[in-house]
């Protein structure tokens, strides 16, 4: 009969024990043993909670000197990210990566939108002169979204401050109307003198119950402007991504490795860029390599992710030339097919820990890009190294997300296609300004697939549907919940944490074989309903 121990001394007899339960990081990604795996191949073992879900600090780098509150960013696809997209994860905490399947102005424009969406102190606010008309206040409204406007005797930043204009002025206004004669004096404005801090400026606007605050030297010129709109979303939105000097909305944009996208990303970087997300479906090409040196030498201050990279070797290449980030992924989509088409790629999970557990050595930070298909996903991408997510199917369905819902047997659905689709290649454009060759044809579609010059496209993608995920305000947050909650049932208080355990043998995993996998789901019901939140 065997002899039971005392309850007492099961810790001392876990002790004993050669090594911990399941497999470490090292020991789970050995591809000469496991061969190449994917999210769904394995689990983190959980580790003990001592703490509660919503103390799990999800703070994580994007680049070397940017860091993001909640590490999720939206794919650069025509289908995921524009400019309302890319406003609501920037205020949820991550960013949203906006598109280049279209002319470079329009792009500029987006990246505009967002970086004047929100701001700490307006440092260059649009200002109009007093013989400026109505009609010059509705064409301001229609391209920037706003209308409060300073007047100063010049018309420009640094002339003396003589009113002010909002929607309430020129309401019932005629368009010729001129400025003068509907705004608001200088003497019923509350101002602010230079050299107040943003703490103080915010409190005299807040008492002020104004919903504008012009900051003006000993002179009475204009130096700055502060808004009430933004006050609110600072209330609303504290994990919002933001520029430390300005406050404004952190934005990023993709290009391509072409000679017209110098030209892009000109336009781009006057527009306010603030992340370049070089966008190609391989990396590791002397058109990417050229591409970032260029761009480290014309703009040193704006950050740069490079890839896409799937292995040790094209993330070296890429960390020689200067990239402050790297994509990881190569036909992991849903809707990319370039691994069936190329026979070229590497399963998504292998393919992050390969490149993270080099790439981390440097300080380069790793972007998980594709594969994401719920909650859990992102939290084992993060479990194997990577330091964000980027998402593509999972927010398409959004309110967000560009296009329009339709319905398709009674179900509310929104188009979704890949990068690599004949329907994304034939949206591309061809701005004349920017393009000197067939080699040049400015198309997001054909340049990340290197297929300008081809005759014949070849489809790296497919187009379908998605169904209604409903507001990105609501569904950010169900992730970022859900991902507290698998941080605390691992028995970790940040990501940073979760990484050191990882790389250090301590955080541990399992294999899941299918049964396994069929286990973990949904199974033996008649019927069942799958609410992912409530609210």
């Known amino acids: 009969m065997t002899t039971l121990l005392p309850p007492s001394e099961a810790l001392a007899h876990l002790a004993t024990y050669k090594q911990a339960d399941g497999l470490s990081l090292k020991q789970l990604m050995d591809s000469n043993q496991h061969g190449g795996l994917t999210y769904n191949d394995f689990l983190v073992l959980p580790g003990h909670i001592d703490f509660p879900a919503n103390e799990v600090i999800l703070e994580s780098k994007i680049t070397k000197k940017i860091t993001l509150k909640s590490p999720l960013l939206s794919s650069p696809m025509d289908t995921v990210t524009e400019t ?3 406003i609501a994860m920037a205020l949820l905490g991550g960013l949203g990566v906006i598109h280049h399947n279209m002319s470079a102005s329009l792009q500029a424009s987006m990246v505009r939108a967002v970086k004047k969406f929100e701001n700490g102190f307006i440092t260059d606010p649009v200002v109009l002169s007093p013989t400026n008309t109505c009609a010059d206040v509705w064409a301001i409204k229609e391209k920037f979204g706003f209308c409060g406007i300073p007047i100063t005797d010049n018309g420009k930043l640094g002339g003396k401050l003589i009113g002010i204009v909002t929607g309430r002025d020129v309401q019932f206004r005629p368009s010729s109307a001129l400025l003068s004669t509907v705004m608001t004096s200088e003497s019923d404005l509350v101002v602010a003198p230079a050299g107040v801090t943003l703490e103080q400026a915010n409190a005299i606007l807040r008492d002020s119950k104004k919903g504008k605050l012009p900051l003006v030297d000993d002179k009475g010129c204009l130096v700055a402007l502060l808004a009430r709109s933004d006050l609110l ?3 609303d939105y504290p994990l919002a991504s933001k520029k430390p000097e300005s406050k404004q909305l952190l934005c990023a944009a993709a290009i391509g490795t072409r000679n017209p996208d110098r030209d892009r990303l000109r336009l781009l970087v006057d527009a306010g860029l603030d992340i370049v997300v070089l966008d190609s479906s391989q990396g590791n090409s002397t058109f990417q390599i050229d591409m970032i040196k260029w761009i480290k030498k014309e703009f040193p201050t704006l950050e740069v992710i490079a890839g896409n990279v799937v292995t040790r070797e094209q993330a070296a290449q890429l960390i020689v030339a200067g990239a402050d980030g790297l994509r990881v992924g190569m036909g992991s989509g849903s809707i990319c097919i370039t691994q069936e088409v190329t026979a070229v790629g590497r399963p998504q999970g292998t393919a992050v820990h390969a490149v993270s557990e080099f790439a981390r050595k440097f300080g380069v930070p790793v972007i998980a890009d594709g594969g994401i298909s719920n909650v859990g996903h992102i939290a084992k991408a993060l479990a194997l ?3 964000t997510v980027m998402m593509g199917g999972l927010l398409a369905g959004t309110t967000e997300s560009p296009g329009e819902f339709f319905y398709n047997e009674g179900k509310r659905l929104k188009k ?9 290649m034939d949206a591309g454009t061809k701005d004349s300004a920017l393009t000197t060759s067939k080699e040049d044809i400015d198309n997001a579609a054909t340049s990340r697939y290197f297929s300008e010059g081809d005759s014949v496209r070849v489809a790296q993608g497919v187009a379908g549907a998605v169904a209604d995920k409903g507001s990105l305000r609501k569904f950010v ?13 691992m028995g970790v208080r940040s990501v940073r944490e979760m990484q050191e355990l990882a790389f250090d043998g301590r955080l541990r995993y399992e294999l899941r074989t299918a049964s396994a996998q069929v286990e973990g789901n949904v199974h033996g019901l008649h019927s069942y309903e799958k609410r992912l939140f409530s609210s």
């Open 84 to 86: 309302e997209m890319a």
């Open 233 to 235: 979303k600072n209330k």
């Open 385 to 387: 190294g990577a330091s």
């Open 416 to 424: 979704y296609r890949g990068m690599g689709s004949i329907d994304a």
């Open 477 to 489: 947050p169900y992730l970022i919940a859900g991902l507290q909650h698998s941080l605390q049932d």
